[in-house]
Protein backbone atom coordinates (compact mmCIF):
# COMPACT_ATOMS: atom_id res chain seq x y z
CA UNK A 1 0.00 0.00 0.00
CA UNK A 2 1.45 3.11 -0.79
CA UNK A 3 1.26 6.22 1.62
CA UNK A 4 -0.61 9.56 0.18
CA UNK A 5 1.15 12.13 1.55
CA UNK A 6 4.86 13.32 2.29
CA UNK A 7 5.20 11.61 5.24
CA UNK A 8 5.07 8.33 4.43
CA UNK A 9 7.58 8.31 0.99
CA UNK A 10 5.31 6.90 -1.21
CA UNK A 11 4.58 8.41 -4.64
CA UNK A 12 4.82 12.20 -5.08
CA UNK A 13 7.20 13.78 -2.27
CA UNK A 14 4.42 16.66 -1.82
CA UNK A 15 1.16 17.92 -3.29
CA UNK A 16 1.29 21.13 -5.44
CA UNK A 17 -1.14 23.62 -5.27
CA UNK A 18 -1.51 27.05 -7.23
CA UNK A 19 -1.15 28.83 -3.82
CA UNK A 20 1.94 27.25 -2.28
CA UNK A 21 5.33 26.86 -3.52
CA UNK A 22 6.82 24.38 -1.10
CA UNK A 23 10.20 24.42 -0.96
CA UNK A 24 12.22 21.55 0.33
CA UNK A 25 13.23 20.34 -2.43
CA UNK A 26 14.05 23.23 -4.36
CA UNK A 27 17.56 21.63 -6.11
CA UNK A 28 15.74 18.63 -7.04
CA UNK A 29 17.22 16.62 -4.34
CA UNK A 30 16.79 16.43 -0.77
CA UNK A 31 19.95 18.00 1.55
CA UNK A 32 20.68 14.85 3.18
CA UNK A 33 22.84 14.74 6.80
CA UNK A 34 25.37 12.42 7.31
CA UNK A 35 24.43 10.47 4.34
CA UNK A 36 21.43 9.18 5.86
CA UNK A 37 18.29 7.65 4.65
CA UNK A 38 16.85 9.77 1.72
CA UNK A 39 12.55 9.79 3.00
CA UNK A 40 13.75 10.28 6.38
CA UNK A 41 15.74 13.88 5.54
CA UNK A 42 12.55 14.23 3.19
CA UNK A 43 10.06 13.50 5.52
CA UNK A 44 12.16 15.66 8.54
CA UNK A 45 12.38 18.75 6.48
CA UNK A 46 8.67 18.55 4.62
CA UNK A 47 6.98 17.96 8.48
CA UNK A 48 5.55 21.31 9.61
CA UNK A 49 2.04 21.02 9.10
CA UNK A 50 0.68 24.33 8.20
CA UNK A 51 -2.96 26.06 7.68
CA UNK A 52 -3.77 29.19 5.40
CA UNK A 53 -6.77 31.00 5.49
CA UNK A 54 -7.65 34.25 4.59
CA UNK A 55 -9.99 37.36 5.61
CA UNK A 56 -11.14 40.27 4.92
CA UNK A 57 -8.15 41.85 6.08
CA UNK A 58 -5.06 39.57 6.29
CA UNK A 59 -3.83 35.97 5.17
CA UNK A 60 -3.30 34.18 8.21
CA UNK A 61 -0.62 30.38 8.57
CA UNK A 62 -0.83 28.69 11.21
CA UNK A 63 2.02 26.19 11.89
CA UNK A 64 2.08 23.08 14.28
CA UNK A 65 5.71 23.44 15.78
CA UNK A 66 5.72 21.12 18.81
CA UNK A 67 8.93 21.44 20.51
CA UNK A 68 10.40 23.85 18.62
CA UNK A 69 12.22 27.84 20.36
CA UNK A 70 11.76 30.61 18.93
CA UNK A 71 15.03 31.00 18.87
CA UNK A 72 15.23 27.74 16.33
CA UNK A 73 13.04 29.26 14.14
CA UNK A 74 13.49 31.69 11.24
CA UNK A 75 10.53 33.12 9.32
CA UNK A 76 11.52 35.70 5.95
CA UNK A 77 10.36 36.85 3.13
CA UNK A 78 12.28 36.21 -0.23
CA UNK A 79 11.92 37.41 -3.89
CA UNK A 80 9.65 40.03 -2.71
CA UNK A 81 6.74 37.53 -2.42
CA UNK A 82 7.57 34.46 -1.30
CA UNK A 83 7.03 33.66 2.77
CA UNK A 84 9.50 31.11 4.13
CA UNK A 85 9.01 29.60 7.06
CA UNK A 86 12.21 27.34 8.60
CA UNK A 87 13.83 26.02 11.56
CA UNK A 88 15.15 23.06 13.60
CA UNK A 89 14.10 20.23 15.53
CA UNK A 90 16.53 19.82 18.07
CA UNK A 91 17.69 16.66 19.04
CA UNK A 92 17.70 15.74 22.94
CA UNK A 93 20.68 15.06 24.55
CA UNK A 94 21.15 10.95 25.11
CA UNK A 95 22.46 10.03 28.67
CA UNK A 96 25.21 6.71 28.36
CA UNK A 97 22.56 4.32 30.06
CA UNK A 98 19.59 5.44 28.20
CA UNK A 99 17.19 2.36 26.62
CA UNK A 100 15.12 3.53 24.01
CA UNK A 101 12.11 1.75 23.38
CA UNK A 102 10.35 3.85 20.36
CA UNK A 103 11.35 6.92 18.83
CA UNK A 104 8.05 8.47 16.61
CA UNK A 105 9.11 12.53 16.80
CA UNK A 106 10.43 13.98 13.97
CA UNK A 107 14.26 15.52 14.51
CA UNK A 108 15.96 17.75 12.04
CA UNK A 109 15.34 20.73 9.58
CA UNK A 110 12.06 21.73 8.10
CA UNK A 111 11.21 24.73 5.52
CA UNK A 112 8.29 25.67 3.95
CA UNK A 113 7.42 28.03 1.16
CA UNK A 114 4.05 29.94 0.24
CA UNK A 115 4.20 32.66 -3.10
CA UNK A 116 2.05 35.33 -1.25
CA UNK A 117 -0.38 37.25 -3.73
CA UNK A 118 -0.11 40.77 -4.72
CA UNK A 119 -2.37 42.11 -2.15
CA UNK A 120 -0.20 40.68 0.49
CA UNK A 121 1.33 44.10 2.53
CA UNK A 122 4.96 42.89 3.36
CA UNK A 123 5.36 45.80 5.71
CA UNK A 124 3.12 44.70 8.25
CA UNK A 125 3.90 41.24 8.96
CA UNK A 126 4.04 40.19 12.56
CA UNK A 127 4.32 36.27 13.87
CA UNK A 128 4.37 34.52 17.29
CA UNK A 129 4.51 31.51 19.01
CA UNK A 130 2.79 30.21 21.51
CA UNK A 131 2.38 26.64 23.04
CA UNK A 132 4.00 25.04 19.73
CA UNK A 133 1.49 27.18 17.04
CA UNK A 134 3.42 29.74 15.20
CA UNK A 135 0.64 31.93 13.58
CA UNK A 136 1.88 34.51 10.62
CA UNK A 137 -0.11 37.18 9.73
CA UNK A 138 -0.11 39.03 6.54
CA UNK A 139 -2.16 42.13 6.32
CA UNK A 140 -3.71 42.97 3.07
CA UNK A 141 -2.78 46.33 1.17
CA UNK A 142 -5.81 48.15 1.17
CA UNK A 143 -7.38 48.64 -2.17
CA UNK A 144 -8.90 52.08 -3.51
CA UNK A 145 -12.36 51.59 -4.71
CA UNK A 146 -12.65 54.68 -7.16
CA UNK A 147 -10.53 53.18 -9.78
CA UNK A 148 -10.01 49.95 -11.25
CA UNK A 149 -6.53 48.64 -11.74
CA UNK A 150 -4.13 48.77 -15.07
CA UNK A 151 -6.48 51.60 -15.99
CA UNK A 152 -5.29 54.53 -18.07
CA UNK A 153 -7.63 57.53 -18.19
CA UNK A 154 -7.38 59.56 -21.35
CA UNK A 155 -8.37 63.08 -21.55
CA UNK A 156 -10.44 64.03 -24.18
CA UNK A 157 -9.71 67.29 -26.26
Same mark, same amino acid.
Given at each position: ?????????????????????????????????????????????????????????????????? @?????? *?? $?? +??????? &?????? %?????????????????????????????????????? @?????? *?? $?? +??????? &?????? %???????
Amino acid at each position: MTSLGPWGGGGTPFFTTPFSSDAWDEYGGAITRGGGDRREDVAAMAHANVDWRETDRAHIFRVDLP @GVKKED *LK $VQ +VEDSNIL &QISGER %VVEKEEENDKWHRVERRRGSFSRRFRLPENANLDGIAC @GLEHGV *LT $VE +VPKKEVQ &QDQPKN %VRYIDVA
